[in-house]
């Protein structure tokens, strides 16, 4: 419906360069500075686009594959913007058991994209997660950090709806 717009890479965001500079400055010289550095941008820029991966590496003069190799390792990383929401769906082994499958094709039905993906008005993305600690209330899903459990594929239209009404009222 509405037509993906390719922001600008924060690397060559006049805003987000300073702070981008400002993160790996900070952390340079620290023991495990890559993670620190990523971590980082992750939360402050919100992602980590492959222009900011090769400034990383070669601000921190490590090869490049050595940064993929860590991004692509943490879940809690991401190469693409995240939607304005985030709802995951635990596949740890309770949350498996009782259904969590259903409930992803449910959310792709609903939602129209994959794990992994956001809508293409930037306000929701699917991701899967691991257990959260909530096994006892499996399935759970997770909606924009706060724990949702025994989740059933009919409950998730609604949960989706709140999610856009909560952003309809802001
Ligand atoms: S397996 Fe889903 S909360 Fe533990």
Do not use: W
């Given at each position: 419906m509405m037509s993906t717009t390719q922001p600008i890479d924060p690397l060559y965001n006049p805003k987000l360069r300073p702070i981008i500079d400002e993160i790996i400055e900070e952390s340079i010289?620290?023991?495990?500075g890559l993670m620190v550095v990523l971590n980082n941008l992750q939360s402050r820029i919100g992602y980590l686009s492959a222009p900011m991966q090769e400034y990383v590496a070669e601000s921190l003069s490590i090869p490049v594959s050595k940064v993929h190799g860590v991004v692509s390792f943490?879940?809690?990383?991401?190469?693409i913007p995240r939607g304005k929401h985030v709802i995951k769906f635990c596949i740890g082994t309770a949350c498996y058991v009782g259904g969590i499958n259903q409930l992803i094709d449910k959310a792709r039905q609903v939602i129209?994209?994959?794990?992994?993906q956001t809508t293409s008005d930037g306000m929701i993305t699917l991701e899967i997660c691991r257990c959260v600690g909530a096994c006892s209330q499996a399935p759970v899903v997770v909606v924009d950090e706060v724990n949702i459990g025994r989740v059933k594929p009919s409950r998730l239209e609604k949960i989706v709806q709140n999610v856009l009404k909560e952003e309809a009222a802001a």
């Amino acid at each position: 419906m509405m037509s993906t717009t390719q922001p600008i890479d924060p690397l060559y965001n006049p805003k987000l360069r300073p702070i981008i500079d400002e993160i790996i400055e900070e952390s340079i010289d620290l023991d495990g500075g890559l993670m620190v550095v990523l971590n980082n941008l992750q939360s402050r820029i919100g992602y980590l686009s492959a222009p900011m991966q090769e400034y990383v590496a070669e601000s921190l003069s490590i090869p490049v594959s050595k940064v993929h190799g860590v991004v692509s390792f943490y879940s809690f990383f991401t190469t693409i913007p995240r939607g304005k929401h985030v709802i995951k769906f635990c596949i740890g082994t309770a949350c498996y058991v009782g259904g969590i499958n259903q409930l992803i094709d449910k959310a792709r039905q609903v939602i129209g994209v994959e794990p992994g993906q956001t809508t293409s008005d930037g306000m929701i993305t699917l991701e899967i997660c691991r257990c959260v600690g909530a096994c006892s209330q499996a399935p759970v899903v997770v909606v924009d950090e706060v724990n949702i459990g025994r989740v059933k594929p009919s409950r998730l239209e609604k949960i989706v709806q709140n999610v856009l009404k909560e952003e309809a009222a802001a």
